[in-house]
């Protein structure tokens, strides 16, 4: 500016404090290179800088040699106004604050007029200067500033001091307020403190307000989603968190969850495709006591919202309602319905609505998933039933809330489902290319199919099926336990005979015997009964053997016997006669 150069320079605090755009210079938004673009077509024509460019240049000069002019004339005023002891005779100067604005825009530069050409004063001058201030110091006394000392000046030190002590002043100043919001601030109960002092020792960078509401919320639903596309169709509240499936594409700045960091099988992008929105099951499921802190858990998908699917605000509360007073206990509830999904105008039932999405080959892929999964040798005669006859209908796109741990064990299931089902098939989709669920080379292969085994596991496992209404929260169950009498596989389904299979798939795992390729130690924690036994005794082993090591140490040390000494090393003496006649042969 002082070189009368036009000033262009991005829209920053710092920076707009000296410039005023388009008067001394002009600003452009950060990183936005398009209005950039646009500054630099207006200052440059034709090779040349434009009126305007010239222009601010001027005016930009004119500023730079007023530029410190507050500070200097505010400084200097808070000089004289609390550091230099004036005598008695001289006026008080004006307080630092009561300086016009206008003083301190520009400087008077007429008054430098007189004294701007002339010479720096000579060294007889000064020593003139110096006997008149002695004068004027045995005259005042001590009680002038200037008296300092003999043949001191005034220093500069005493200005650093009073910055200095000012400094430190404001410091404490600024702490002793903070201190006292702190104590103000109303404690809470142990539990609230507790948990606000685990809250701040977790350092995962995905806490917000956002988090801190969700705290105390029964219910927290969880939007997967993949990348930039999605964001538009996830919501902003503490009800949800969205969890993002691939790192890139997460939301900067929300508190959404990294599913490849909970989960390193994501990071593969061939599982992540063909699992889909499953692998968000997964993440979520393999660190869920670090992860999800409430007792129901939910998940709805993007594609639910952008069929305007979603949750409305008075469905929201009902279903808030139902799971705090337990209206309708372990529970499946779901918003997006089979029956009015637009893949199913025809309104088909179940397996038939599964084949019409999977190529006609839902029921074959799901036969030989479970026969591989359970070990059967023969063929199914049938499938587990899937009955719409009463008018019930089903949960699509992975909308739908289950109690915490009720979601735990279903994922147990799915994660020995999908195993079994990556066995069979993924050598014709990974190597060949050929997926049997799709007509073409889908990258999403697994995905329509695993979107409709929630119901499949609901069903047969016991648990109880209600739709919410998405708009109204009207509440209907589907398929009451009643009608379900003799048409579910319970042993195929209860806990017991998938927490047996569970612990087998870790024993084997755990075994050096184990060289298979299998999907299903990749999908979440490694867990079986066992393992505590083979610990506890792998501790006992090395207990037995250090004792053991100790005993035979203090039985060498007992037994230990010592070697006699063999006596000091003593010279023999010289003989003198000897040595006489070994040197006169030596003169010799």
Known sequence: MS??????APDLPGIRKYISDKIDGYLFPKEDTRVLTQIMFRMVSNGKLSFIARNAASIGKSRARNLMVSESVEGYAFLLENILSLPSEVAVPMAAKSIPKKLKSE????????????????????????????????????????????????????????????????????EDEELKERTDQPRGTWDEVYRSVRRLDRSLHERDEGELERTGQPLCIYEPYYGVGTWPFLHNVSLYRGLGLSTKGRRPGADDVDAPSRLPLLNNGYYRDVLGEYGAFFAIANRIDRIHKNAWIGFQSWRATARTKSLSKIAEKSLLDAIGTRKHGDTLYFWAR???????????????????????????????????????????????AMPSDEGGTWSVTNSWVLPTKSFVEFVMFSRMFVDALDTQFYDDHQKNGHCHLSLSKDKHCYSRLLELL????????????????????????????????????IKWFQFTTLKNMDEDLAEEFDSDHSKNRRLWPLTGEIYWHGIFEKERNMRNREKEKKRQ???????????????????????PLVDDSNSTSLAAKLLR
């Open 3 to 8: 070189l009368e150069k036009p000033i262009v």
């Open 107 to 174: 400087w008077r530069w007429h008054l430098f007029d007189a004294i701007k050409d002339t010479d720096s004063p000579s060294k007889m001058e000064m020593i003139f200067l110096d006997k008149i201030e002695k004068q004027f110091n045995r005259t005042n006394g001590e009680n002038s500033v200037a008296s300092i000392g003999s043949n001191d000046t005034f220093l500069y030190t005493i200005w650093e001091e009073q910055k200095y002590l000012d400094m430190t002043n404001l410091r404490k100043r600024k």
């Open 338 to 384: 089979l029956d009015t999904d637009p893949r199913n105008p025809l309104k088909k039932d179940f397996w038939s609505f599964c084949d019409a999405i999977n190529a006609g080959n839902c029921q074959f892929v799901f036969s030989e998933t479970l026969k591989e999964m359970y070990g059967v040798k023969h063929n199914l005669s049938s499938l587990p």
């Open 454 to 489: 929630v119901n499949v596991w609901a069903y047969h496992s016991g648990r109880r099926v209600v739709y919410v209404d998405p708009a109204t929260g009207v509440m209907q169950e589907q398929h009451n336990l009643k009608s379900r009498r003799g048409q579910m596989w």
């Open 549 to 571: 090591q100790s005993k035979d140490k203090m039985q060498r040390m007992r037994k230990r016997t010592h070697q006699k000494a063999l006596g000091r090393y003593v010279k």
